[in-house]
């Protein structure tokens, strides 16, 4: 029998290679239009089959059916949509949702799968994490552990500082497709670290920690820290709707770094930019990971996905974009300086490179330091008050 993936090369999956499974079945439940498939990865759309996690996270075992789980009383139960269709998700709460697409015909591909949430996601303090049935982890899956399985696949949820409300058919996490495994397609060279990185990480493909003050609205900041007061606030929307984004000023303060120094306060949610610029080529993709699971006593707690044309071709016509990198404070404080590193990037080759695109497509293609695109832009002029917070002026 003819497969698609016969004249591959092991990588990661392109926008027309991945079209290609979901248009033969082997991946379903994605809307034909294929506007859910990116230049390496696919979004993963919530179903409205929602439920409460009663005593906290659980763990994928490796068993064929997670519902199982699911249907459990003592440990689920179904969550109820609002009277507009969406879902109040609140902080510090776990939820599972089905979601809508399958992994209906990989067995035996050599097709492999790594996850990660979405960057708009991760920026608003929420986890999201993928669970394949017949994986025993989060966040991937890999052909052979699909045997018997049903294909389904589950996203968690957790919403740490901020309430959030969502709806069904939005995306929160995206998958990667390898044709072989991830670890065999990896690229470690000098010569590619100098060529994507523009920075002292361009040595060995590391990303430090930038604590240059810059000037928003006339005030000073370094990092962009959650206000934890807000969770009592109106939830944020985790979707994209014009004039409808949420204020600023009510969920984020300023933090100025002195003498090169911030501080990480214990249990605080902090975002940061890298030192370093990245532009990514077509026939790469890339994965930033922390560079340890914990850093001192905070933790870098997000993953991402860097695509291919990340800060290659800024619309501003400079080359190169910092990364965001989503900081939780542990047990103690800690005190940060600048040109720390923070995360390692691993460097994959595609399995055929990347289209063309438009940079006005991406984001945070452009960006600097930057909140998630769920909320509206800082004002131009802004104050301290009191309490710390800013507000505009």
Same mark, same amino acid.
């Given at each position: 029998m003819q497969h698609p993936w016969d004249d591959w090369i092991p990588g990661v999956l392109n926008k027309a290679q991945v079209e290609t499974l979901c248009a033969q079945g082997y991946i379903t439940g994605v809307d034909e239009s294929w506007k859910a498939i990116d230049l390496s990865s696919i979004d993963l759309s919530l179903s409205d089959a929602a439920f409460e996690m009663k005593e906290g996270s659980v763990k994928p075992t490796?068993?064929?059916?997670?519902?199982?789980?699911?249907?459990?009383?003592?440990?689920?139960?179904?969550?109820?949509?609002?009277?507009?269709?969406?879902?109040?998700? $609140?902080?510090?709460?776990?939820?599972?949702?089905?979601?809508?697409?399958?992994?209906?015909?990989?067995?035996?591909?050599?097709? /492999?799968?790594?996850?990660?949430?979405?960057?708009?996601?991760g920026r608003v303090d929420v986890l999201a994490r993928l669970i394949v049935d017949g994986m025993d982890s989060y966040e991937s899956f890999e052909p052979d552990r699909l045997k018997g399985a049903s294909g389904n696949m589950y996203l968690e949820i957790t919403p740490i500082t901020f309430s959030v409300l969502v709806k069904p058919g939005m995306p929160l996490t995206q998958l990667r497709l390898f044709y072989g495994r991830p670890h065999d397609v990896e690229v470690r060279s000098r010569e590619l670290f100098k060529t994507?990185?523009? +920075?002292?990480?361009?040595?060995? +493909?590391?990303?430090?920690?930038?604590?240059?003050?810059? #000037?928003?609205?006339?005030?000073? #900041?370094?990092?962009?820290?959650?206000? +934890?007061?807000?969770?009592?606030?109106?939830?944020?929307?985790?979707?994209? @709707?014009?004039?409808?984004?949420?204020?600023?000023?009510?969920?984020?303060?300023?933090?100025?770094?002195?003498?090169?120094?911030? $501080?990480?306060?214990? @249990?605080?949610?902090?975002?940061?930019?890298?030192?370093?610029?990245?532009? #990514?080529?077509?026939?790469?993709? #890339?994965?930033?990971?922390?560079?340890?699971?914990?850093?001192? @006593?905070?933790?870098?707690?997000?993953?991402?996905?860097?695509?291919?044309?990340?800060g290659l071709r800024r619309n501003d016509g400079t080359r190169g974009t910092p990364l965001i990198f989503e900081v939780r404070g542990h047990q103690v404080n800690v005190n940060l300086a600048d040109g720390e590193k923070m995360a390692n990037l691993i460097f994959y080759r595609m399995s055929q490179d990347?289209? @063309?695109?438009?940079?006005?497509?991406?984001?945070?293609?452009?960006?600097?330091? $930057?909140?998630?695109?769920?909320?509206?832009?800082?004002?131009?002029?802004?104050?301290?008050?009191? /309490?710390?917070?800013?507000?505009?002026?």
């Open positions: 490796g068993q064929f059916d997670y519902d199982h789980l699911l249907r459990d009383s003592k440990l689920a139960e179904k969550l109820k949509q609002l009277s507009d269709g969406t879902f109040l998700l $609140k902080a510090r709460a776990t939820y599972v949702f089905k979601l809508r697409e399958r992994l209906s015909r990989l067995v035996d591909s050599s097709i /492999h799968g790594q996850a990660t949430a979405k960057s708009s996601v994507v990185l523009e +920075g002292p990480g361009a040595r060995d +493909g590391s990303l430090s920690i930038d604590l240059e003050n810059e #000037v928003w609205g006339g005030l000073k #900041v370094a990092a962009f820290c959650a206000n +934890g007061e807000a969770s009592t606030n109106q939830a944020v929307p985790l979707w994209v @709707e014009q004039g409808k984004k949420s204020d600023p000023c009510k969920y984020w303060r300023f933090q100025e770094s002195i003498a090169g120094r911030l $501080k990480i306060e214990k @249990e605080q949610f902090y975002i940061l930019r890298s030192k370093e610029k990245i532009a #990514v080529p077509p026939g790469i993709a #890339v994965y930033c990971r922390a560079s340890d699971e914990t850093i001192g @006593e905070m933790r870098i707690h997000y993953a991402g996905f860097v695509h291919p044309y990340f990347a289209a @063309e695109h438009d940079p006005a497509d991406n984001d945070y293609g452009s960006q600097t330091l $930057k909140l998630s695109k769920f909320f509206n832009e800082w004002p131009n002029k802004l104050k301290r008050n009191d /309490h710390g917070a800013v507000e505009a002026t």
